[in-house]
């Protein structure tokens, strides 16, 4: 069942609703690819919104496909990658029930995640696991909860922030290869705020180099 997208209304302005730059873990995943020396990495971005990060990776030149609920964000990434003279596959769909119907090298996801009800989260990072090649990667950030932080004022009722340390859970038979909480500033709603987040990057185990 479709949830209803607030994201429609927020990406309706020109302006991008985010920083309009690519994730702080974006570079990252480059060098870690290229030392790794997969050629042409399939790369599923879920929850791509106005398109930054997969079009970043599409200009790396890899394989890209991006999914996300809002068709007004999606529309914005078309344009973005237009301009940038390169091609993303971008699908409009629910990352919490969208079925992966053939492998990624690495699957990517910047501050979307916590969509996944607690109660689902384990089931879907299986999937999302199993959907993942030999020496594949996964790159998660997620939005925690901490006392000391007020709630964004644009969050949403069904979102659900994980607690820290619940992320690299999930990787427990993985290589976690870089691993880090931070708390960084924010304006996506006009108004100064902070958010703390957990940033993730792991490998399937036994990937042999």
């Known amino acids: 069942m479709k949830r209803k997208n607030p994201y429609d209304l927020r990406y309706s302005d020109e302006e991008y609703y985010w920083s309009g730059k690519p994730s702080a873990m974006c570079d990252r995943l480059v060098d870690l690819v290229r030392r790794m020396k997969i050629p042409r990495p399939r790369l599923l971005d879920l929850g791509c919104g106005e398109?930054?990060?997969?079009?970043?990776?599409?200009?790396?030149?890899?394989?890209?496909?991006?999914?996300?609920?809002?068709?007004?964000?999606?529309?914005?990434?078309?344009?973005?990658?237009?301009?940038?003279?390169?091609?993303?596959?971008?699908?409009c769909a629910d990352l919490i029930d969208y079925k992966i119907d053939r492998p990624f090298d690495i699957i990517?996801?910047?501050?979307?995640?916590?969509?996944?009800?607690?109660?689902?989260?384990?089931?879907?990072?299986?999937?999302?696991?199993?959907?993942?090649?030999k020496s594949g990667v996964h790159v998660m950030s997620v939005l925690v909860e901490k006392p000391f932080l007020p709630l964004a004022p644009d969050a949403e009722d069904d979102v659900q922030l994980f607690v820290s340390g619940e992320l690299m859970g999930h990787y427990g038979d993985w290589e976690i290869i870089y691993c880090?909480?931070?708390?960084?500033?924010?304006?996506?709603?006009?108004?100064?705020?902070?958010?703390?987040?957990?940033r993730v990057i792991a490998r399937r185990y036994g990937a042999g180099d």
């Open 108 to 133: 990517f996801s910047s501050g979307a995640m916590q969509y996944i009800p607690p109660a689902n989260r384990a089931l879907r990072f299986k999937q999302l696991k199993d959907a993942t090649g």
């Open 180 to 198: 880090i909480e931070e708390i960084f500033d924010c304006r996506s709603s006009g108004v100064p705020h902070r958010h703390a987040i957990n």
């Open 51 to 91: 398109g930054q990060n997969a079009v970043y990776f599409a200009r790396k030149g890899f394989d890209v496909t991006g999914i996300d609920l809002s068709r007004v964000g999606l529309a914005k990434a078309e344009r973005l990658a237009t301009e940038a003279g390169t091609t993303v596959a971008f699908i």
